[in-house]
């Protein structure tokens, strides 16, 4: 028994919002746009991130998985570039938190400013929030394999379920995204009288998107 070609329902609703929770590099940036330039920023990352994710649905729909696979030169390619965007990311809030530490003890103004010339990549957060979504070819993959498992392959218009599911899993997200820019914007009004804190928190989450950037690098296929 399926509905209107889904089948397993619920049991989709579960996985998908176990892999909305699982943190990745769309919402740490939008938890770090938020804490940096407040909720307003934040939802324009958070938009980004919608608009990426529906491009990569798209995509998906579209066969780019199949196209992925019968070209590897174009997943590899792919795969570096969002590698080593990933990379850059995260190394520049490393060296924004490392200033701001530094800062703190020296009152320098100047240096003030060199933390925020480091965290320009927040400027524009809708831009950046898409370029981080389409730059990851595993989450086409992802989609599709996570996607077809829940699709009835006899029912007679397919697009029906895959916008079902694609429906499902962009209200989870958007709801999670929404409690994480304002749970940023809660942080930020404490990290505003603790900068060492701030500090130490900014360069946990550069240090996650280097090792995001090194997992991507390192993915496969298969």
Known sequence: ??????????????????????????????????????????????????????????????????????????????????????????LN????????????????????????QATAHLQQPFKRAVVISLLNPKAILFLLSFFIQFIDPAYETPAVPFLILSAIIMVFSALYLSALIFAGARLAQGFSRRKRLSAGLSSAVGGLFVWFGAKLATASLN
């Open 93 to 116: 809030l490393i060296r924004a938190a490392l200033q701001k530490w530094r800062s703190h003890t020296a009152a320098d103004m100047a240096m003030e400013a060199d933390v925020t």
């Open 1 to 90: 028994m399926s509905f209107y070609g889904v089948t397993d329902l619920w049991t989709y609703v579960i996985g998908a919002v176990g892999i909305i929770l699982l943190p990745g590099p769309n919402s740490l940036f939008v938890l770090s746009v938020a804490t940096v330039r407040g909720v307003k920023a934040g939802y324009q990352g958070a938009l980004g991130v919608f608009v990426g994710d529906t491009i990569l649905l798209l995509l998906t729909a579209l066969g780019a998985a199949g196209l992925l696979r019968t070209y590897p030169a174009l997943f590899m390619m792919v795969k570096y570039a969002g590698a080593v965007y990933l990379t850059w990311v995260g």
